[in-house]
């Protein structure tokens, strides 16, 4: 059984730091496309950061420059290293996998971490 379990959210002024983290486990997901998405309230959920397999990044325009995607394959774990965070950041931010390697489907997502940024 697939899981993926955040963690790293929680509150913090704006200008400030946080480090998520995305565990996986019930497969390897060394090869796969991950990322992460965010949703605030009322909104649809949007991309933040994409990372494939070799470590390719794509990023929201809104976070480029601010946010860094990065990944651990040996402990099947994807990052998100926030900085310079604005109150607009704040939102639950989800983790996702793709389900083979290279494919852009996304059946896998974590609960959901809340980050709050206050002005």
């Known amino acids: 059984q697939v899981q993926l379990v955040e963690s790293g959210g929680g509150l913090v002024q704006a200008g400030g730091s946080l480090r998520l983290s995305c565990a996986a486990s019930?497969?390897?997901?060394?090869?796969?496309?991950m990322g992460w998405f965010r949703q605030a309230p009322g909104k649809q959920r949007e991309l933040v950061a994409m990372?494939?397999?070799?470590?390719?990044?794509n990023y929201a325009d809104s976070v480029r420059g601010r946010f860094t995607i990065s990944r651990d394959n040996a402990k099947n774990t994807v990052y998100l290293q926030m900085d310079s965070l604005k109150p607009e950041d704040t939102a639950v931010y989800y983790c996702?996998?793709?389900?083979?390697?290279?494919?852009?489907?996304?059946?896998?997502w974590g609960q959901g971490t809340q980050v709050t940024v206050s002005s």
């Open positions: 996702t996998a793709a389900d083979t390697k290279w494919s852009t489907r996304f059946p896998y």
């Open positions: 019930g497969s390897d997901f060394s090869f796969n496309n």
């Open positions: 990372i494939s397999g070799d470590g390719i990044t």
